[in-house]
């Protein structure tokens, strides 16, 4: 099975220059943005085999990356 890492600018091809202005100029997107990485990186060891996680915390992590993901497509929109 491949694995994905389901990073923002794979996940909103659409808005890659909107992703790159809004990290530079909103800290509150800034901070969306790297905990949407960083749990999102943690996910796809977890998937792939290279770090121990059992299914709930596996599970939790992925409905708090679509929070964050839900949270950053509306600021996208604005």
Same mark, same amino acid.
């Given at each position: 099975?491949? &694995?994905?890492? &389901? $990073?923002?600018?794979?996940?909103? !091809? /659409?808005? /890659? $220059? /909107?992703? &790159? @202005?809004?990290?530079?100029?909103? !800290? &509150?997107?800034?901070?969306?943005?790297?905990?949407?990485?960083?749990?999102?990186?943690?996910?796809?060891?977890?998937?792939?085999?290279?770090?121990?996680? $059992?299914?709930?915390?596996?599970?939790?992590?992925?409905?708090? @990356?679509?929070?964050?993901? $839900?949270?950053?497509?509306?600021?996208?929109?604005?």
């Amino acid at each position: 099975m491949t &694995h994905i890492t &389901h $990073d923002l600018h794979h996940e909103f !091809p /659409a808005h /890659a $220059d /909107a992703l &790159h @202005r809004l990290k530079m100029t909103d !800290p &509150h997107f800034k901070r969306l943005s790297h905990e949407y990485d960083e749990i999102n990186q943690s996910i796809y060891k977890a998937e792939a085999g290279l770090a121990a996680m $059992d299914d709930l915390a596996l599970e939790t992590l992925k409905k708090k @990356r679509l929070s964050l993901k $839900d949270e950053i497509a509306t600021l996208l929109k604005d």
